[in-house]
């Protein structure tokens, strides 16, 4: 179970976020917890030396890159989860039709087709978040390979 971080500190701890102990806790731990009491929480992940946040609602996993070991600080931690939030709040809620409506019912069908409409620009959104992904991907491994 990661240490949870909630009101600029480390929970089982005390560790003041910013200081050297909190340094010293990010480079000894793979995942923590953050908790903030305007925007909710998100699991804080470290991939080589770069920190992400990740939260899921309605079955999708969202991700954020936070920042490096030695950047973290509460300012970006609560930006994340801030943008995860705006994340999360701009994906349409999925409501699937049962089935196909009957021909000649035409609010049915405006339904379905608003449905489909809500898909499809979901589905833009998500291309366009891999492709925000990969090219963080592209310069994370550029800057690992100067």
Known sequence: MPSLVKDGKVADTGVVIGSLAWREFLE???????????????????????WYASRKSQGKLYRKYIGTTGELNINQLDTAAIALVEMIGQSP?????????????????????????????????GLQEIEQLKAELAELRGKLAA
């Open 28 to 50: 000894g731990n793979s995942s923590f917890r953050y908790e903030t009491a305007d925007h909710g929480g998100y699991t804080a992940t470290k991939q080589n030396d770069y």
């Open 93 to 125: 809620v999925k409501e699937k039709p049962a089935s196909l409506p009957a021909e000649g019912n035409n609010e049915e069908l405006q339904k379905k087709v608003e449905y489909l409409t809500q898909e499809v620009e979901r589905l833009k959104s």
